[in-house]
Structure formats: C-alpha cells, structure tokens
C-alpha cells in the first residue's frame, strides 16, 4: 500500500518561495502522475499541477508563471515550489498520486500541510 | 476551464436515508468524473472513479452515475459515519478542477 508524506514551510512572509516535498514509500513512480492539490481554510479544492514519471509537467493556468513541480527519482520524492506567494496562497497543500488510464483520479493523499502566507 | 456545479450546497438527513447529490459540468467529460469525501482535518479519500466504479474498501451503500455533463452521487441508508463534505473532480482535461463541495449532515 503506498504512503505519502510531505514536509515544507509553513510559516511565510509575502513574496518569498513555498517549498514542499512529497516522499513516496511502497510504491513506484513508474505508470503515475503525480500531483499538488490546495484547499484554502474552509473552501474547496482546488488542483495546482502534476508531474509524470518521465518528468513532464502540467499546471494550472492560473498559476503557472509561479508554479515548478520536480521530480527525484533516486530518492521516490516529488517537489512543489510556488514563487512570490500572496495571503490568497495561505492553504493546506496536499500531495497525491494520480492513477490515470482509462480515466484520471487521486488514489492516495499525503497528509497535508498547512502553509501560512503572514507578514 | 471546465467548471463545475455541485447541488445543493449542504443538506441534511436522517440515518437510513438515501440522498443524492449532483455535479453538472460546463462542458461534456465523457464519463471521467471522481466523488471524494472528506472529513474536518483529513485528507480526502476516493469513493467513485469514471462515474460509477467503487474504488476498493468503499461501502456499496454509495453508488455514481452519469455521463456528458450530468452525474450524481447516491448514498443509501445513511450512516452517521457519512458526516462530510463530499467533491466531485473532472478527470477529462487540465485543470483538473473539482465541484465547490456538499456538505452532508446526519
């Protein structure tokens, strides 16, 4: 069964960088996507982008000038890195695998990581 | 972007019940359509994938159907233990964006 666990700042200032790390623990990256996903306090869900296992990457269009997501192989972990964060950035930012043939959805979550954005 | 309409917004119900909620999309998804619940403080988890197949260790009483832009989540005999918000997720194209949510009371 595989287990996402992730780790990364939680305490930001206006402007700087968020950084997050996803590491995967008894499953390959092999045949998968893997994704980023936010939920801002007490609102939805909403997607920020993926990464498959060949390194190609998609994001969100409303994010995709601040938005990286990096793969590392060697070590079964993915990354997401968000530049010139904002409040609006202030979210619980979960990492999860994307099973995606004949279909497309989220089969396991990390944990999730509450990220303030505070002056 | 394809957007997406879940209703109602919230209900709530009485253990036993059978409720249902929609999700409409702007746009057809052929069937690529998710249902996720999610409880305070968790991480979601998958109940449904391409509209109607049972992801493993999910309880029958929950059920999807649909096609194109119309599907719903059905849940049969309510169980307190169904107390969450509830998501559905377009598979079809990026961003692959989710319904604003239903929260279920029992």
């Known amino acids: 069964q595989v287990q996402l666990q992730q780790w990364g700042s939680g305490l930001l200032k206006p402007s700087e960088t968020l950084s997050l790390t996803c590491a995967v623990y008894?499953?390959?990256?092999?045949?998968?996507?893997w994704s980023w996903i936010r939920q801002p306090p007490g609102k939805g869900l909403e997607w920020i982008g993926e990464i498959n296992y060949k390194g190609i990457t998609n994001y969100n269009s409303s994010l995709k000038s601040r938005v990286a997501i990096s793969l590392d192989t060697a070590n079964t972990q993915f990354s997401l890195n968000l530049s010139s964060v904002t409040a609006a950035d202030t979210a619980v930012y979960y990492c999860?695998?994307?099973?995606?043939?004949?279909?497309?959805?989220?089969?396991?979550w990390g944990q999730g990581t509450l990220v303030t954005v505070s002056s | 972007d394809i957007q997406m309409t879940q209703s109602p917004s919230s209900l709530s119900a009485s253990a036993g019940d059978r409720v249902s909620i929609t999700c409409r999309t702007s746009q057809s998804v052929s069937r690529y359509l998710n249902w996720y619940q999610q409880k305070p403080g968790k991480a979601p988890e998958l109940l449904i994938y391409?509209?109607?197949s049972l992801q493993r260790g999910v309880p029958s009483r929950f059920s999807g159907s649909g096609s194109g832009t119309d599907f719903t989540l059905t849940i049969n005999s309510l169980q307190p233990e169904d107390s969450a918000t509830y998501y559905c997720q377009q598979g079809y194209s990026n961003p692959r964006t989710f319904g604003q949510g239903t929260k279920v009371e029992v």
């Open positions: 999860a695998r994307i099973f995606a043939y004949e279909g497309y959805w989220v089969d396991s």
């Open positions: 008894g499953g390959s990256f092999s045949g998968y996507f």
């Open positions: 391409v509209a109607s």
